[in-house]
């Protein structure tokens, strides 16, 4: 649980971010120029100099937030309109995916075709069925034509537009049944964390949570996963992939949780997986200037606590 001065620093942060002036003028990669406009605009709103610099630790996991969805959603935005995006945060500075897709659906900006492949990623098939009769009778034919052709051509997230039109259309008999989301959807990074996955029995839910943890290469994906899985089951991950869930503690905003679990499994750390945690605190936090926590005291706790062997 964050402290209330950490959720008013989120979304301090969340803020400039979200600012789509800065995010179209300033590469992320440029550390000490976002920093620099970080000290400037606090300044001028008197935030004081410790928060400030609590603000600038902040941005770079927020911002690797942002660009996890943007890269997720590859195949659905232009990058002209990427830039434009506006996002929603959690407390924790999470980007808040389900609430950010709903706001960008309803959206004017953006042209209509494009909030309706999001839709068929987010929405149950009878949600979309009643955006789609909002939408003018000529965009509804553009889009029926479009999606109805031939499917070799369609990325992931336009195959699903193509599987609602078949709905629609009465080619999916078993509509009413929970399991046909399960067995017939093209299932993706975005859809994963959508309103979709609730539509899911409990059995395929966790299923697809476990098949998705175990597979990916992604944190912020299994930190989804993890998230959605009761305490006995994050345990017993813990256990038998202690790798895969401590990567997961190295991250915003998790960090609190990582000491108290390595305590845990000890036991079943290979000495190469230990080798692994050591590179990511080091080489990837320490060495590139991560400061959303203090990695140099965790790597000495950390040191301490390890066994002998």
């Known amino acids: 649980m964050l402290t209330l001065k950490e959720i008013i620093l989120v979304k301090l942060t969340a803020k400039i971010i979200n600012d789509s002036d800065t995010g179209e003028i300033i590469d992320p990669n440029k550390d000490e120029i976002w920093e620099q406009f970080i000290r400037e605009r606090t300044s001028a709103l008197d935030i004081p100099l410790t928060l400030q610099e609590d603000i600038v630790a902040l941005r770079k996991p927020i911002q690797l937030e942002v660009r996890n969805f943007i890269e997720d959603h590859y195949g659905i935005f232009t990058e002209e309109q990427e830039c434009s995006l506006k996002f929603c945060f959690h407390a924790d500075g999470t980007v808040d995916r389900v609430k950010t897709a709903d706001l960008l659906i309803h959206s004017k900006w953006l042209d209509v ?79 994963l964390q959508s309103h979709l996955l609730d539509v899911l029995t409990e059995e395929n839910r966790q299923a697809f949570l476990h098949d998705v943890f175990e597979n990916t290469y992604f944190i912020h994906l299994r930190r989804f996963c993890l998230s959605r899985m009761s305490a006995d089951h994050r345990e017993d991950l813990l256990k038998r992939f202690p790798l895969k869930v401590l990567s997961i503690y190295l991250d915003w905003p998790s960090q609190r949780f990582f000491l108290d679990a390595v305590n845990k499994v000890w036991n079943h750390i290979p000495g190469n997986h230990f080798t692994c945690l050591l590179h990511i605190i080091i080489c990837q936090k320490i060495v590139e200037l991560w400061k959303d926590f203090n990695y140099v005291n965790l790597l000495r706790q950390l040191c301490i606590d390890a066994p002998i062997i």
């Open 113 to 191: 075709q494009t909030r309706f492949v999001l839709a068929c990623q987010y929405w149950s098939s009878r949600n979309v069925l009643t955006f789609f009769y909002n939408l003018p009778k000529c965009v509804r034919r553009l889009i029926l034509c479009k999606y109805s052709g031939a499917k070799d051509t369609l990325n992931q997230f336009e195959k699903n537009v193509a599987l609602w039109i078949r709905i629609k259309a009465g080619r999916i008999s078993d509509l009413n049944s929970r399991g046909w989301c399960y067995k017939r959807y093209n299932w993706s990074y975005v859809s």
